[in-house]
């Protein structure tokens, strides 16, 4: 399951996918249900669960993707074209030596 909180998204582990979903399983056909790995309704609770827990891991990204304070790449140039900022290119820089401490280098100069 899915969790917003104060603190931003909680996502289930795929542990607790597989373990809720083998338990709905036991709800529905009874607790004598052969689950084992091995068999076509554990292969397919463990093809439910992986597939949960990736659409789970894809939400939360994409959530925190929106975050400008986390966002990254493209998603970050995204954020800040919103707040109509547009981000300035790399720009190469070099050191200069000098024997002076506290030498300071003007913008520019680079």
Do not use: K
């Not at 084992?36 to 894809?58: H, K, R, S, Y």
């Amino acid at each position: 399951m899915l969790q917003i909180t104060d603190t931003g998204m909680v996502i289930e582990p795929l542990a607790a996918i597989h373990q809720r979903l083998t338990d709905g399983f036991r709800r529905i056909y009874g607790d004598d249900i052969n689950i084992d790995a091995d068999t076509p309704d554990g292969q397919m609770i463990g093809l439910f669960a992986q597939e949960l827990a990736n659409l789970n891991q894809a939400i939360a990204f994409m959530a925190q993707m929106l975050d400008p304070y986390q966002a990254t790449g493209a998603w970050l140039e995204q954020r800040a074209l919103y707040a109509g900022i547009v981000r300035r290119g790399a720009q190469q820089a070099a050191v200069l030596e000098n024997d002076q401490p506290g030498t300071r280098i003007s913008p520019g100069r680079c």
